[in-house]
C-alpha cells in the first residue's frame, strides 16, 4: 500500500505564478523526499527534509514538514514551463527504512 | 555522465518470453534499489542491495523475478514468462549508506517493458 498522497492530483497555473503541492503520510518518518518526473522520464531528487526540520529551501523550492500532522508541501515560486512535471513526494516504508514508498503523483503544468 | 543508467532504455516482448535489464548506478554507491511503476502511478519498490547482498524484497517481486547484484557494481533484473501485466516503467536507483539513516536515493532513465 502507497504510504503518501499527495494533493492536487492535478494542477495547471500561469508561468510566474507559485504552486504549492501537499503531501500526506501514514507512519511514523524520520524524513520525507520530493522528487520530478518529466514524462516518460526518471526520478529527479529535489530536496530531503528530516523530521527535526520544518522548513528547507533550495532555489525556487521551499519544503515544509509538519510531524504532528504527517503532511509536508512543496512550494515552487515564480514557475516556470520547465517545471512542467510530475511531482511525488516519498517516505520510508518504516521510520527510517531504506525502502520509500511514493504517492500518486502531482501533475503540474505550467503554461507559458 | 555520472548518473545512474539503464539499459535498454525500451523492451518489447512477446508474453513468455524472458527479459533481463541492467543497471549501473554511481560508482561510490554501495545501495542499489529497483522499484516499477506503471501509468499514473507512483514507483513501488520491488527489492534493493547492499553491495552483492540483497537485503530485502517485496511481495510484488513474484518467483518469476530476480535479481543480482554479483559483485556489487551493476545488477540485473530478470522476468521470467513475462505477462502482460509486467508491462510497467521499471526504474533503478543508488544511493550512499555509510550509517546515516537519511537515505537520498538517484534515480536511473528507467527501462519501459511492453509485452504484447
Known amino acids: 500500500s502507497q504510504q503518501g498522497e499527495e494533493d492536487p492530483q492535478a494542477l495547471s497555473i500561469q508561468e510566474g505564478e507559485n504552486a504549492t503541492m501537499n503531501c500526506s503520510y501514514k507512519t511514523s518518518i524520520n524524513n520525507l523526499q520530493w522528487y520530478r518526473q518529466n514524462s516518460g522520464r526518471g526520478l529527479v531528487h529535489l530536496i530531503l527534509i528530516r523530521s527535526n526540520e520544518r522548513e528547507k529551501h533550495s532555489g525556487r523550492l521551499r519544503v515544509t514538514l509538519d510531524t504532528s500532522k504527517k503532511s509536508s508541501s512543496l512550494l515552487i515560486t515564480a514557475s516556470r514551463a520547465a517545471d512542467t512535471a510530475s511531482y511525488f513526494c516519498a517516505t520510508p516504508f518504516y521510520i527510517s527504512g531504506s525502502r520509500l514508498t511514493f504517492g500518486e503523483g502531482t501533475q503540474l503544468t505550467v503554461n507559458p | 555522465d555520472t548518473g545512474v543508467s539503464q539499459n535498454p532504455r525500451h523492451k518489447i516482448t512477446k508474453r513468455g518470453q524472458n527479459v533481463t535489464f541492467r543497471c549501473d548506478p554511481i560508482?561510490?554507491?554501495?545501495?542499489l534499489y529497483w522499484y516499477r511503476q506503471t501509468l499514473g502511478q507512483g514507483p513501488e519498490f520491488l527489492t534493493y542491495f547492499q553491495n552483492e547482498a540483497q537485503l530485502e524484497k517485496s511481495r510484488l517481486l513474484s518467483d518469476r523475478f530476480s535479481a543480482e547484484r554479483p559483485k556489487g557494481s551493476f545488477s540485473t533484473l530478470e522476468i521470467q514468462r513475462t505477462e502482460q501485466g509486467d508491462s510497467a516503467m521499471y526504474l533503478c536507483a543508488s544511493s550512499k549508506f555509510s550509517g546515516s539513516s537519511y537515505n537520498e536515493q538517484f534515480f536511473g532513465p528507467g527501462t519501459r517493458l511492453t509485452v504484447l
Open positions: 560508482s561510490e554507491h554501495n545501495r
